[in-house]
């Protein structure tokens, strides 16, 4: 079997000073190349492993061909997102975890396939995306993240009219305001939402549900309603100092830097642009923060985590970029003061840690070492340790059930709330989670709502 071909990707002495895109992407004879790996399995455990079941050996087949229309549309019969999947899922968890190739050697690289698919159609201008015949049926999205994005596109194909709603004065959720320009560029995640536009969705901006509306208003309007608002609540320490100048939540950090553009010369945006910069956490939102704080034009960059890399949420990948890059990893401590002068962030007080039993997680747990305490310096620090979704909606609706986390309560099997024709999925329900699992949630969604108006 052929050795896994390579992603092109620049340098990271030079990457590492701006946000332009990471990984370059398979050109045509690289993914040729890398499609002549699939085996093309009668029984693909690969598309088991998919959160929307995309097709996976009849779209590399068509690669493997030099047939990129048909790729592309193969894809689009799931994934209505392909060009964001390609470069965000965590593939190496999930179908290509399930690889047959790989247990003999490393799977195939079906991310970056999907991807040069996705990318061949920009670029082509290849877009298949037309108004379905109208059912006169309505639909209305509350978050325009991933999982109301494919919620809306699912239902515009089988002719409802769909409406999203967006608190925020961009479309793209998380898409927009949490993934960096260097790993998402976000004129790609603009023509995924052209498309729905071309296919009849309605999106409307600054509506904040829950205070704009209400779901009881939107109920009145529509046949049904999907919550998709994501989990935009951060979660802090509550240690000593967190108040200080120079403390950020990582929702607000990477907002400002992403949605706001605090990364452009002539921004307005107000961020500080700090030269020792402390990220608290080991998820992909931590490495995003670290990554764009040294593009920000950080000298030193640490990522503070109780683990060690070994368990560590974030992504392989993201974390070998963010050690090429510079990133310095502090392993095995954890805060417990967050130093000031003069009301400004001047350090942090961590303490060493050791790892001992398995927890609820499988995780090895860890302790404190006593009397370990030492200090890093920094003038910033970014609490990058999960977030919750914000109570405005379910307080303002308390006929949606949530759990102890304020975790919306589904049906599993048809994500239908305790409220009779409410919907939700995505980080509203599961809490902060990935893209494609958000996704799966949206087409689960999509098809109950369709069922069920079949129904009357």
Same mark, same amino acid.
């Given at each position: ?25 398979y ?18 455990k ?61 799977s ?13 159609a ?6 298949t ?5 109208p ?10 993240g ?91 320490m ?36 700090? $030269?020792?910069?402390? *990220?608290?956490? #080991? =998820? ?5 923060? /670290?990554?764009?704080? &040294?593009?920000? +034009? @950080? ?13 560590m ?104 709330? $305790?409220?009779?024709? *409410?919907?939700? #999925? =995505? ?5 902060? /989670?990935?893209?494609? &699992?958000?996704? +799966? @949630? ?15």
């Amino acid at each position: 079997m052929a050795e896994r071909v390579k992603v092109p990707e620049r340098d990271a002495n030079i990457r590492n000073k701006d946000f332009f895109e990471v990984n370059i992407g398979y050109n045509a004879a690289l993914a040729k190349a890398e499609a002549s790996r699939c085996l093309n399995c009668k029984k693909p455990k690969c598309v088991e492993g998919c959160p929307v079941g995309v097709p996976i050996p009849q779209f590399i087949s068509a690669i493997k061909a030099g047939d990129y229309k048909a790729a592309i549309d193969i894809i689009k019969e799931t994934n209505s997102l392909p060009a964001v999947c390609g470069r965000v899922c965590p593939q190496e968890e999930q179908c290509e975890k399930a690889c047959i190739v790989g247990i003999k050697g490393k799977s195939v690289a079906i991310g970056a396939l999907e991807r040069f698919a996705a990318d061949w159609a920009l670029e082509n201008k290849y877009d298949t995306a037309k108004k379905a015949t109208p059912n006169g049926k309505k639909a209305a999205i509350v978050g325009s993240g991933p999982a109301g994005l494919t919620c809306a596109g699912e239902l515009a194909r089988k002719g409802f009219e769909v409406t999203v709603y967006e608190a925020l004065h961009e479309a793209g959720g998380v898409l927009i305001y949490g993934i960096p320009e260097f790993r998402l560029p976000k004129k790609l995640v603009s023509k995924e939402i052209d498309s729905l536009k071309t296919m009849g969705v309605i999106f409307v901006k600054n509506a904040l549900i829950g205070k704009t509306l209400t779901i009881q208003e939107l109920l009145a309007q529509n046949d049904a309603v999907f919550v998709g608002s994501g989990a935009g609540l951060p979660k802090f320490m509550n240690i000593p100092g967190e108040n200080l100048i120079g403390v950020y939540s990582a929702n607000e950090y990477l907002s400002r830097v992403n949605l706001m553009k605090a990364y452009q010369k002539d921004s307005t945006t107000p961020i500080k642009r700090g $030269k020792k910069v402390a *990220v608290v956490g #080991g =998820g992909n939102v931590a490495m995003d923060s /670290a990554r764009c704080a &040294l593009r920000l +034009g @950080a000298d030193e960059v640490h990522i503070i985590y109780r683990r060690t890399q070994k368990e560590m949420p974030a992504r392989v990948e993201e974390v070998h970029h963010a050690i090429e890059e510079g990133v310095i990893f502090d392993e095995l401590c954890s805060p417990i003061e967050i130093l000031g002068e003069d009301g400004r962030v001047s350090g942090l007080t961590c303490q060493r840690m050791e790892l001992g039993e398995p927890d609820s997680s499988g995780r090895r747990s860890p302790v404190v070492i006593k009397g370990s305490e030492f200090i890093i310096e920094a003038d910033t620090v970014v609490m990058a340790i999960g977030t919750t979704p914000n109570p405005l909606l379910s307080a303002s609706c308390p006929e949606l059930s949530t759990n102890k986390w304020g975790c919306i309560i589904v049906n599993e099997e048809t994500m239908e709330s $305790k409220l009779d024709r *409410v919907y939700a #999925g =995505g980080d509203a329900v599961t809490g902060a /989670a990935t893209v494609i &699992l958000a996704m +799966g @949630a949206g087409k689960i969604a999509a098809k109950a709502i369709i069922d069920s108006v079949k129904d009357k």
